[in-house]
């Protein structure tokens, strides 16, 4: 008589699970990819019919097949890498130069309360300045050169990255700051234990939310005298009517974008790994 343990699962129900298990998540999966793509198929797909069926004039708007090939005329000749490394040289420095001031002001002026009264009103005067306002004044005094550029997109991405920043040191949860006095913290312990790590959430909207101003404003600034940049690309192919490149230059300008966001939420995730846990 041979004895069977019934809690233990044979070779065959294992594999069986593991085979239903597969079944479910590949649907899953692509019901996902499904989901996530299909606005922008729709997207494209519409911008290549419509001018073809001359819904809109395809002198203004050529379909997306013809902006395509432009693109890849860019990339073979060189001149799309040139422009894309200088729009991202400039707006990657000014970008890292307003994480590296605004995250250490913004926790500065949350957290005590003196630094935040000297320099809460100069702030609601530049906060209410629009920074492509101030572009003809960042040319007069920088020149027209890398430096006026570098600087705009450190004056637009300073703004959200330092509002998110004092406002979320000063919307920590009151339970938690209790709590943490409760167990006797120095107030350097409990700014490195509590206020910075529940921070960080707010503070990374404020980076992502930069890092989107950066993009934009750089490609403004390069429509004013720059010799090299997608916004000179897109301006310089205005001017001599080459509508399928500067459609190409805007097409790129939003996949770096995307991509720039990505890498963004990625970067949250990894320093809010505590949350998944929580």
């Known amino acids: 008589m041979t004895t069977t343990l019934t809690g233990a699962p044979t ?3 294992v594999h069986s699970g593991e085979a239903i298990e597969t079944r479910v998540s590949v649907p899953r999966l692509l019901r996902s990819l499904f989901t996530k793509t299909v606005a ?3 997207l494209l797909g519409l911008w290549e019919v419509l001018p073809r069926l001359d819904v809109v004039d395809r002198t203004f708007l050529p379909p997306f097949s013809t902006v395509w090939q432009a693109l890849l005329d860019l990339a073979v000749n060189g001149q799309l890498a040139t422009n894309i490394e200088a729009s991202l040289t400039r707006s990657l420095s000014g970008f890292a ?3 590296a001031i605004s995250v250490p002001l913004g926790l500065l002026i949350g957290w005590y309360k003196p630094v935040s009264d000297v320099l809460s009103p100069l702030l609601q005067i530049f906060l209410n300045t629009a920074a ?3 572009l003809p004044v960042f040319v007069l005094i920088l020149g027209i050169g890398e430096t006026s550029k570098i600087a705009i997109v450190l004056y637009a991405c300073t703004w959200p990255i330092l509002l998110n920043t004092i406002s979320a040191v000063r919307n920590v949860d009151p339970t938690l700051l209790r709590l943490a006095r ?3 913290l120095s107030p350097v312990s409990l700014f490195q234990k509590v206020i910075l790590p529940a921070s960080v959430p707010t503070i990374f909207t404020g980076i992502r ?3 989107a101003v950066a993009i934009v404003v750089v490609v403004a600034a390069e429509m004013v005298g720059a010799k090299a940049g997608l916004g000179y690309l897109i301006n310089a192919s205005q001017y001599n009517f ?3 490149q500067m459609y190409a230059g805007i097409v790129t300008i939003s996949v770096i974008g995307v991509v720039f966001n990505q890498l963004l939420v990625l970067l949250e995730r990894r320093f809010t790994a505590w949350k998944a846990v929580a």
């Open 11 to 13: 070779r065959t129900q």
């Open 40 to 42: 922008v198929a729709v």
């Open 97 to 99: 130069l307003a994480v």
């Open 132 to 134: 492509l306002a101030l």
């Open 182 to 184: 409760s167990m006797n």
């Open 209 to 211: 939310l930069a890092g």
């Open 242 to 244: 080459a509508i399928p």
